[in-house]
């Protein structure tokens, strides 16, 4: 049985839609996207509220995970990357982590048959 990877993608918000269409134009359509906050090697930014001068260290990106076969994992990274590159700081992160299994509750498929 072909092993399975989770490709998790931390990046900014506004590139959603070309990840999306680019990855789906390759036939990799299923995905789980969220919403997320964090802070790293991008700086923050200062707004003013109700006269106050705050401090904002987290800030809006979002997470795509993707669950795929071992053998399209470099082709999703190698699309992410062409993607999402502006050469930027705040352009993002690909995390790979093995999988077990997978299950698809509806039809009791497991492993590559569920993804």
Known sequence: MEKIY???IITRSEKLNV??????????KGMTVSNVMGAGNQKGK?????GN?????????IRIEILSKESMVDEIIQVAKECLNTGNVGDGKIIIYPVSNVIRIRTNQEGTDAI
């Open 6 to 8: 989770k490709v998790e």
């Open 19 to 28: 990840l999306k269409d680019t990855l789906s134009a390759k036939g990799i």
């Open 46 to 50: 200062t707004e003013v509220y109700r």
């Open 53 to 61: 001068e705050m401090r904002i260290d987290l800030l809006p990106k």
